[in-house]
């Protein structure tokens, strides 16, 4: 993993997943050396592969949900000649449910791998981290994450608690020389979609992204040198203002919506569908 003058090592978190493939492409066509994790091998040594000059980079499979995999990665970080100067805590999963059709395996599943990993991960890496002069830290969130979405209220607890934990080490290392992001899409377009949510979304009038606007967003945070926090999307950012200011409004508008959310929502319980 030979390291050019001005790139940068950035440790990417599921990077096989739709957001990551774009995140890995366009971090490594500005020369950055990249490793990429995920829990599907095959799929990370096809990325790579299809990354420029995919010999400066890594492929690390592990589940991060086993503390013993995730020491394994952190070791893996450690033993590289220049560290670590970026993590990206982009791995997650989504869960569409009423909360009475989810049971605690999918909640734990949900809360571990969104919220209790890039916390713990964050953690171990951090005295590398402060190693680097161009150290920083991103986290991916989500609008549903500061609007409470029904049908998303473990996925949106998960993502509350990642802003929190965001805001908070943002502040902890404030006068430190590690910058703290955090980007926070509306709907994506990925393969992740389940038929019903897509179908929730168009019922709603929902509008998305695509993978590639995520990640040139997260490559403005990285290159733009000073902490920051960005919410994507028109009228999310509208509707989370609101939400916060006026959440009774929101209220109403979205207990409106319910019976078209709870038919999609029982349309992926039935098909047995998890995102």
Same mark, same amino acid.
């Given at each position: ?12 978190t ?22 990429l ?24 499979s *592990?589940? !991060?949900?086993? =503390?013993?995999?995730?020491?394994? !990665? ?13 993590l ?11 909360? *009475? ?9 949900? #809360? ?10 964050t ?12 150290a ?36 902890e ?37 695509? =993978?590639?606007?995520? *990640? ?8 733009g ?18 939400? *916060?200011?006026?959440?009774? !409004?929101?209220?109403?508008? #979205? ?21």
């Amino acid at each position: 993993m030979d390291r050019k003058s001005g790139a940068l090592t950035v440790l990417l978190t599921g990077a096989s997943g739709g957001i990551g493939h774009a995140l890995a492409h366009s971090l490594a066509a500005r020369g950055h050396h990249l490793l990429l994790q995920g829990r599907n091998t095959l799929a990370l040594d096809q990325l790579r592969a299809s990354l420029p000059e995919s010999h400066r980079h890594l492929v690390v499979s *592990a589940d !991060l949900r086993d =503390p013993q995999q995730r020491q394994e !990665l952190v070791r893996t970080c450690r033993s590289l000649p220049n560290g670590v100067d970026v993590l990206i805590n982009n791995a997650g999963v989504a869960r569409f449910a009423l909360l *009475a059709d989810i049971d605690d395996a999918a909640m734990r599943s949900v #809360l571990e791998t969104n919220l209790l990993v890039p916390m713990a991960l964050t953690r171990d890496l951090l005295p590398l981290l402060q190693r680097s002069r161009q150290a920083a830290l991103i986290n991916i969130g989500s609008a549903f994450g500061h609007i409470g979405h029904p049908g998303f209220s473990i996925y949106g607890a998960s993502k509350s608690g990642l802003h929190s934990f965001t805001e908070a080490l943002r502040r902890e290392l404030g006068d430190s020389q590690i910058t703290v992001h955090y980007l926070a899409p509306r709907a994506v377009d990925t393969s992740l979609n389940t038929d019903a949510v897509v179908g929730l979304n168009r019922a709603l009038g929902n509008r998305s992204d695509s =993978p590639q606007q995520v *990640a040139e967003q997260c490559v403005a945070l990285l290159e733009g040198g000073r902490s920051a926090r960005r919410f994507m999307g028109w009228p999310e950012r509208l509707f989370i203002k609101v939400n *916060a200011l006026l959440p009774s !409004l929101v209220d109403s508008a #979205l207990v409106k919506k319910m019976p078209v959310i709870r038919r999609f929502a029982e349309q992926n319980h039935l098909n047995g569908e998890t995102s």
